[in-house]
């Protein structure tokens, strides 16, 4: 511990702590632009310089080390005459134009320049101007207004992992720019607009639509991956204008992945539906809230009656909140219904465990693993946030290690990397725990075939990551968990987490998977394989939510009753009977329980659009309606405390149930890795435009191979390709992927493009279109 | 260049002969003889250190710090990689004596180097050239086959357990990479910006690792002290400033080019060697110590001796020991505005007063030197200058705002007639 007296004020601080962290930790406030707490020391803005006693020049707090005994002055003659010549060396080539500038009433700039600046400009010379840059659909430049604080650039190469922004040129020309031709294209990359201190870079999509001040702000929760990061959600006249991070360190740090930040997008879309609506002889009509309830509750009755309990079931996507999907789970069980199902995108559902799956440990905990092993993951664009927090873990010294059907770049080093053919995820993952038993000399579980062949270098490379290390992790990803042997594949897994020590985890694919669990919202199994009668779908698109979309959409169609709780009017118009129109979380109060088992509550931020109410309103009052018992909750909260009684903690488990049999397969022919991508996985981001125009968005819609199979198949990148799955059909543009084994065709699932097809992982079929 | 007088770098090379620059001849006039001393008299690290102190040579790319301390810095037991970097960096407007070394007498550059990686324990070194001398950096290549053919340079050197590795390594020209920091990133193939310190290059170096960055001049005077012993050498010049030290004469002189004289000869000797004023034209001002360093006026100047303690004395500094030499045609207002618009133009960009600062600054001087200056202008430029002098991360906002300084103190009168008459009172002189 070091003695540091800041403006007379005694403090003690830990070796190695700056002048600037001596000063932030009693609250002393030193004007700055380039430090930022999660980014190296640049220390080039010198808006921070301080007073040192002994020092003959004023000293840049960020980069300055405590001394034992040392006095530092923060307002001094010396401090504040360096400090003003520094805000006036920024602002002579700044556009005084703040009126005009997005940043206006949110600009770091403009805030000091209040303290620091002078009320006219010394500067009577030619301003600088600068040419703006490209960087995509989501961030919007103004280039000369940059002051080159360099946060912008340390943060696509620190936090990013890739850095897609540099600094060109010299002196007073510096500019800061993508790579010639490129944009930025990182998954987190809207961050950099809350990073620049000034109005360089401002969001795109909100650009010019509200001033600051004029926004209210409202915590929220993402409704998009397991991660549950916290949301600013800033409001103006009941719209949602825009989403910023909330910051909470042990979930989202201060960042937000684009999709948290960009889908609030589809909340305004012309898609959305405002009054419940009955088909009534192939005719769509408007009804109201009472009409439509009896109508949902005499078809579901009708259908019970008629064709029997097992007719009917609900379907819902993890992305409803624990309020719904519990009084869902009431409602079905109040008509005798045994089939509610939320893992809509799942393949296999034969895997038993002991209490609901969830990540094995905190956040916080998992990234201070000495080891982590991700299986079938393209954890980038599955989790955005957690993939950064791994890759500063990497930094730090974690090793990372990967057995996946695809070789994507992580951004981070790998420690060791198996790739397979997706449909022998499986067999991979059993070869890494040949290789351990091995290694540490042990048995094989007597229910996993030991497979045949030798252990290939890359498997034995895998086993040696986890192999001794104190603090490790299995982590299982979407395409694990939508893999047609997702139960052989979590066994294998849990034997290799057993054998080294390891805690298991499952990254939770949506906002509340772990909730939906805890509700018991996944006992339907496949219920699209054998068409029911009727279907109640929460928040539940059947093509774009359901892994084989044209089997369900097939099953839907069929059905007699198809009850629909949307937000939106498109794909519910199309298919369904009735459709009662639901609020998005942004126009409810609910729960989601994030992977680590947090669960966060939030509240509406907006009133709901026009007749719309939220769903545990309208799942209250159809029960009602029903005249069932225990319908009578007049707060959400209520609802919540009944369905999580007790500590989350305990009903937690990855345990498996009962032990599995892991069976070695032969595969031959071509095989689909359908992973859903990142701006399709839910209806609000496959409703936001900005992120449709996204680089992601772009690689979504093609058709993807490695060169040797698409050589064999007679095509070349830039083709267009026919694709078919049992009997659906896709045309794409084709492009090379280096990183897939030979025989694997890539082609994202419930895409527009892609919708027709059948399996994630499953025989296809291609030929030049 | 030419080289007019030899000291210590250039003892004993014969220019006339064309092959003076190569081994064999630089071991007939004693090269190599140093290393040879240390290897076969087993003379211990410190020892060589202690030699260095005593010499009291000091560091001659600009800052005069003394050579032995610096090297005494190095931790000398640290477990990993450490480097010995030589700056040939040389961009200073005025300087090009880094250059003749490396043209004329290449192996006593490589000795110094040996010897430094001997005295520290390095095993690795770069020499970092400037990048518009391509045929210097050639040269200094082909004298770098000589020196591993001959068993100087290597594993093994000279048959014994000390290895030392040295590799030729050129920029592209850009005067920040000169800044000791910059030339590190600019060698880990970095764009070439200062780094903030502390840390140290000792502790911090290339690559992150310890190292120890030194002027060419200061590895070439190196085989010398240690032949002939630290004292000999401090007896070459004068107390705290040893040896003798490359000027490089440019200027309104008969015969400019490099002079390799003691530290401590006055001025006016200098001017004498160098044939006088040309054109017999009287000695208007002097800039001592390259374009960074402050103008001296003639008066001034012929009193000083040229040695780092009395040019500071005096008010200005030695830097690399570039002596630029004006004439009474010269216009100060012209000469400002060259001076401001190079560091101007090499400013790197990364810190907020010199990126900002520079270009104000040369301006404000082109303005005023196109007959458009105003009455406020010269107290601006001072104010500026002080809001970039001390503030910045590396010197290149210092030395940018010392030559403004320097000409505003001596020179004042021009700039308030140039901004008064809108034209120089020397235009009918040049």
């Not at chain 1, 290789?435 to 094989?444: H, N, P, Q, S, T």
Request: contains cysteine; glycine residues 10%; charged residues 20%.
């Amino acid at each position: 511990m070091l003695e540091i007296e800041i403006d007379g004020k005694k403090l003690t601080v830990p070796s190695g702590s700056t002048v600037m962290d001596a000063a932030n930790s009693i609250g002393v406030h030193i004007p700055h632009f380039c430090y930022h707490k999660k980014l190296s020391i640049a220390a080039n803005c010198r808006m921070c310089l301080v007073q040192v006693e002994k020092a003959p020049k004023p000293l840049p707090a960020c980069a300055t080390p405590v001394t034992d005994g040392m006095k530092v002055f923060t307002h001094s003659d010396q401090a504040v005459t360096a400090q003003k010549g520094v805000m006036e060396f920024l602002l002579i080539n700044h556009p005084l134009d703040c009126p005009i500038c997005d940043q206006g009433g949110e600009c770091q700039l403009q805030d000091l320049a209040v303290g620091y600046g002078q009320s006219g400009s010394r500067y009577q010379e030619e301003k600088r101007v600068v040419a703006n840059k490209d960087l995509g659909p989501l961030i919007s430049t103004d280039m000369t207004r940059c002051i080159h604080c360099s946060r912008c650039v340390r943060f696509t190469e620190e936090i990013a992992g890739y850095q897609e922004l540099g600094m060109a040129n010299r002196g007073e020309f510096t500019e800061v720019l993508p790579f010639i031709g490129k944009t930025v294209n990182s998954e987190i990359s809207g961050n950099v607009i809350d990073l620049c201190p000034v109005g360089a870079l401002t969001s795109k999509p909100f650009r010019y639509s509200a001033r600051t001040w004029e926004l209210s702000r409202r915590k929220s929760v993402s409704p998009h991956d397991g991660l549950g990061a916290n949301l600013v959600v800033q409001v103006k006249n009941h719209k949602v204008m825009r989403v910023l991070p909330l910051e909470n360190e042990a979930i989202n740090e201060c960042w937000l992945a684009d999709r948290d930040r960009f889908s609030y997008e589809a909340l305004n879309s012309e898609e959305r539906i405002t009054k419940p609506m009955i088909k009534q002889g192939g005719v769509w009509q408007e009804a109201d809230w009472q009409t439509a309830l009896e109508f949902v509750a005499n078809g579901l009755k009708g259908v019970i009656a008629e064709h029997g309990r097992d007719a009917v079931a609900a379907v819902a996507t993890p992305h409803s909140t624990v309020e719904e999907l519990f009084l869902l789970r009431k409602l079905m069980s109040g008509l005798g219904v045994d089939a509610v199902e939320t893992r809509l995108r799942a393949a296999d559902f034969s895997l038993k465990t002991a209490g609901a799956t969830w990540l094995g440990q905190s956040i916080a905990d998992l990234a201070a693993s000495d080891a982590v092993l991700v299986i079938g993951s393209t954890l980038r664009k599955e989790q955005p946030l957690l993939a950064q927090r791994l890759r500063q873990s990497v930094k730090k010294g974690m090793q990372l290690a990967v057995i996946n059907p695809h070789g994507d770049d992580l951004l981070t080093a790998k420690a060791a990397e198996l790739v397979v053919r997706p449909d022998q995820l499986v067999e991979g993952v059993v070869q890494v725990l040949r290789a351990l038993a091995e290694v540490k000399g042990i048995a094989l579980q007597p229910n996993i075939e030991n497979g045949s062949g030798d252990i290939p270098a890359e498997a034995r490379a895998v086993a040696a990551v986890l192999a001794g290390k104190e603090k490790a992790a299995v982590l299982l990803g979407n395409i694990a968990q939508q893999h047609p042997r997702y139960a052989e594949i979590y066994a294998a897994a849990a034997a290799i987490a057993e054998a080294t020590g390891a805690k298991l985890g499952v990254m939770s694919e949506a906002a509340n998977s772990v909730g939906a669990q805890l509700v018991g919202a996944e006992t339907g199994g496949d219920v699209f394989a054998k068409p029911r009668q009727a279907y109640f779908m929460l928040n539940a698109e059947a093509e774009f939510d359901v892994q084989n979309g044209a089997q369900a959409l097939a099953a839907v169609q069929k059905a007699k009753l198809v009850v629909a709780l949307s937000s939106f009017s498109s794909c519910a118009l199309e298919h369904a009977d009735v459709i009662l129109p639901v609020s998005p979380f942004s126009e409810t109060s609910g729960t989601f329980v994030n992977m680590e088992g947090r669960a966060q509550s939030f509240n509406g931020v907006v009133r709901p659009l026009g007749e719309t109410r939220p769903a545990w309103k309208v799942l209250r009052v159809l029960g009602n309606v029903l005249g069932f018992a225990g319908f009578d909750y007049t707060t959400s909260e209520e609802i919540r405390d009944e369905a999580l009684a007790g500590e989350i903690g305990p009903r937690l488990s990855n345990a498996l149930a009962a032990p599995v049999a892991v069976k070695a397969q032969a595969a031959s022919g071509l095989v689909r890795l359908g992973e859903v991508s990142i701006y399709q996985a839910d209806m609000l981001s496959r409703r936001a435009p900005s992120l449709q125009k996204t680089a992601d968005a772009a690689v979504a819609a093609q058709l993807r191979a490695n060169a040797a199979t698409l050589a064999k198949l007679g095509l070349a990148a830039g083709d267009r390709a026919r694709a078919e799955q049992a009997g659906g059909v896709a045309e794409l543009a084709v492009a090379v992927d280096a990183g897939l084994a030979d025989d694997v065709i890539r082609v994202s699932a419930n895409h527009p493009l892609t919708r027709a097809l059948a399996g994630h992982v499953a025989a296809i079929t291609v030929a030049k279109a | 260049m030419t080289v007019y007088a030899k000291g210590v770098v250039f003892e004993g090379v014969d220019f006339d002969n064309p092959n003076h620059w190569r081994l064999e001849e630089y071991v007939k006039r004693g090269g190599y003889a140093a290393l040879k001393k240390i290897l076969n008299e087993k003379i211990t690290q410190d020892e060589v250190i202690a030699e260095m102190k005593t010499s009291s040579l000091r560091g001659r790319g600009g800052a005069g710090f003394p050579t032995g301390l610096k090297w005494s810095f190095m931790p000398r037991n640290f477990p990993g990689q450490k480097y010995l970097v030589c700056n040939t960096d040389e961009g200073e407007p005025g300087t090009f004596k880094d250059l003749d070394i490396i043209v004329s007498n290449p192996h006593a550059l490589i000795e110094g180097m040996i010897i430094g990686g001997y005295a520290m324990g390095i095993t690795v070194g770069y020499n970092y050239i400037h990048g518009e001398v391509f045929e210097a950096y050639q040269r200094f290549e082909e004298a770098l086959e000589e020196a591993r053919a001959a068993g100087f340079l290597g594993d093994n050197i000279l048959g014994t357990d000390f290895c030392f590795q040295l590799h030729a390594h050129h920029g592209y020209g850009a005067y920040i990479c000169g800044e000791e920091t910059a030339l590190l990133e600019s060698l880990e193939g970095k764009k070439g910006q200062p780094r903030f310190k502390p840390p140290f290059p000792a502790s911090y170096g290339l690559y992150g690792k310890p190292t120890t960055i030194n002027n060419t001049e200061t590895f070439a005077s190196v085989p010398y002290i240690i032949r002939e012993g630290g004292q000999k050498f401090l007896e070459l010049g004068k107390p705290n400033n040893g040896g003798t030290k490359l000027f490089s004469v440019s200027g309104h002189v008969n015969r400019p080019g490099n002079y390799e004289i003691p530290l401590g000869t006055p001025f006016a000797d200098l001017l004498e060697m160098c044939g006088g004023m040309r054109g017999g034209k009287k000695l208007k001002a002097v800039i001592p110590g390259g374009s960074s360093a402050p103008v001296l006026p003639a008066d001034i100047m012929m009193q000083c001796t040229m040695d780092y303690d009395s040019i500071a004395k005096a008010g200005s500094m030695l830097g690399s020991g570039a002596v630029i030499v004006m004439d009474e045609t010269v216009c100060m207002v012209s000469a400002l505005e060259r001076l401001s618009y190079f560091y101007h133009e090499e400013s790197c960009g990364q810190c907020t007063p010199c990126r900002e600062g520079t270009g104000w600054l040369y301006r404000i001087v082109h303005r005023i030197a196109h007959g458009e200056g105003r009455p406020e202008d010269l107290d601006l430029l001072a104010s500026i200058g002080d809001n970039i002098a001390g503030r910045t991360i590396c010197a290149l906002g210092d030395a940018a705002v010392f030559p403004v300084r320097g000409m505003l103190k001596h020179f004042r009168s021009e700039f308030e007639y140039m901004i008064e008459h809108g034209q120089s009172q020397f235009a009918a002189l040049s």
